[in-house]
């Protein structure tokens, strides 16, 4: 296989929400930017990945990232950990599925005169064998190179009920197939025929093309999305690698997937012109869609149990215990998924996995912050964590990273105590500054301009203690912030 200078931009999908995770997935702190195993998020392990792709003939830029409004701060700290920079991040302004998140990275691809190709990836994968991994993409790299709309398939090891398959023919001498169809999630007879004919593979969401190509392709199928698309992206506003198309015009996009827009619709029309491949990936991949799928791809003990955290197991099987702030014992479990952390417990059946999400409907329907937010709640300049809270009083332990700090606010309802833990503070009180250090505190009364800010090189942590009236977190009025927040 031979390479001749190709340029490989990195799309990496991060804008999901993963119910079916919770209640370790939270909308504002979704599955891909969560360590399950190891030490590195599924959207770092994501990263990782696709730079292992360079070698002597494939350049590999910055990714560019496609994510959601929420998440951007937990995008650029997360890459920043490993030593590296998007180079872009593309917020949607609204949720339009996978087709029209392709589009905005292929517009922001070629807007500079370039056409790189693209390798398009979920933020929400994992895979065991990263060597293989790196071939199937640089098969894909190669293919795509002549135009070709590549995607990569996982040879299945189960009759899996689940995913959508992709039908091939067969394979050239690189092991690169052509796509005859794309099949729809089969029953369990259906799929076991599947992985007894050999010529099916799992749909794993990862696609790998030139920009223009896929641009060419969404204009052929489906005109009205690569329209609309266009000229929400036509309108953009750009803020550091901060990439935001146009609002108004982005909800006039029409919500479809990459596979209904173009892949399926390529196969089932030979005379397009554009031509589907497929490149087998054999790698342990999983999609981690619910508890099931974790405690699959998790190392199990000689009775397959899967521990995480602070967890005890006895006379149980084939059983998942994840526990994050305290000790969780099991006794007598068999099949059974336990998800322990501070302010919600989650036990189920692990076959029924897939109606977690269920729950986070509900939690929605009841407007109950759990299925939102953790008790630990990330901002840009740090964190907080509400440690107790009662009748017009709430305690919260707070982080400031070094160099952050947070807006310059006051509060109509609440007065606010301040103690240093660790670190020092600077802290603005009205029209005075001071510096506090460990042991000290300060009171800001209701209604008091005030800022917090570390100016060390170690974390600040304090203890906040408010009182008032009203404590929600939208009592705040901003008069300036380093992070482009308002009121």
């Known amino acids: 296989m031979t390479h001749s200078a190709l340029s490989v931009l990195p799309v990496i999908m991060a804008g999901g929400s993963g119910t079916r995770l919770w209640p370790l997935s939270r909308a504002l702190y979704p599955k891909q930017f969560l360590i399950l195993q190891g030490n590195q998020s599924l959207f770092q392990q994501a990263h990782l990945r696709l730079q292992d792709l360079a070698c002597d003939g494939i350049a590999v830029a910055k990714p560019c990232v496609v994510g959601n409004e929420e998440h951007r701060f937990l995008v650029l700290d997360q890459l920043r950990e490993l030593k590296g920079e998007p180079s872009s ?37 994992t895979v065991t064998d990263a060597a293989a991994y790196t071939d199937a993409l640089r098969k894909a790299v190669c293919a795509a190179a002549s135009g070709d709309i590549v995607i990569l398939g996982i040879t299945p090891d189960r009759p899996e009920t689940g995913f959508g398959y992709i039908r091939t023919a067969a394979a050239d001498a690189e092991g690169v197939r052509n796509v005859a169809a794309f099949v729809e999630k089969p029953n369990l007879e259906t799929a076991q025929g599947y992985v007894a004919d050999g010529g099916y593979f799992w749909n794993s969401g990862m696609f790998v093309m030139r ?16 329209d609309t698309t266009r000229a929400s992206f036509e309108v953009r506003t750009t803020d550091a690698q901060f990439v935001r198309p146009g609002k108004e015009a982005f909800q006039a996009v029409p919500s479809e997937s990459v596979d209904y827009a173009v892949m399926e619709q390529c196969p089932a029309q030979p005379g397009c012109g554009f031509h589907v491949r497929m490149v087998p990936l054999d790698a ?24 995480q955290g602070d967890a005890m197991i006895e006379d149980s099987h084939n059983t998942l ?23 919600a417990v989650l036990v189920a059946d692990r076959s029924r996995s897939q109606d977690v999400k269920k729950i986070v409907n509900k939690l929605a329907s009841a407007s109950r912050s759990e299925g939102t937010l953790h008790r630990r709640v990330h901002r840009p300049w740090g964190w907080y964590d509400s440690i107790d809270m009662g009748p017009r009083f709430q305690v919260k332990r707070i982080m400031v990273k070094p160099k952050a700090s947070l807006s310059l606010q006051m509060h109509h309802h609440r007065a606010e105590h301040w103690i240093v833990v660790s670190g020092t503070a ?5 029209d005075k500054v001071v510096l506090l ?37 939208d009592d705040i009025v901003r008069f300036q912030d380093n992070y482009g927040r308002s009121a």
């Not at 920009?211 to 690569?226: E, T, V």
């Not at 215990?321 to 302010?343: C, F, I, K, W």
């Not at 008091?448 to 974390?459: E, F, Q």
């Open 89 to 125: 991040l593309l917020l949607e302004p609204a949720g339009r599925n996978t087709a029209p998140a392709v589009t905005l990275a292929a517009l922001q691809a070629t807007a500079d005169g370039s056409d790189p190709i693209l390798v398009v990836t979920p933020a929400d994968q």
């Open 211 to 226: 920009a223009s190509r896929w641009l060419a392709a969404l204009a052929y199928f489906r005109q009205d999305i690569a």
């Open 284 to 307: 342990g991949w999983s999609d981690l869609g619910a508890w099931d799928a974790v405690w699959q791809v998790s190392a199990q003990d000689a009775d397959g149990n899967v521990r």
């Open 321 to 343: 215990v994840h526990a994050t702030s305290r000790l969780v014992a099991a006794v007598g479990l068999d099949n059974v998924v336990v998800v322990e952390t501070p302010d």
């Open 426 to 430: 600077e802290v603005t009180v009205g």
């Open 437 to 473: 250090s460990e042991n000290q505190s300060t009171y800001i009364p209701l209604g008091t301009v005030h800022r917090l800010i570390n100016p060390g090189a170690i974390p600040l942590e304090i203890i906040e203690v408010q009182s008032g009236s009203y404590l929600g977190e």
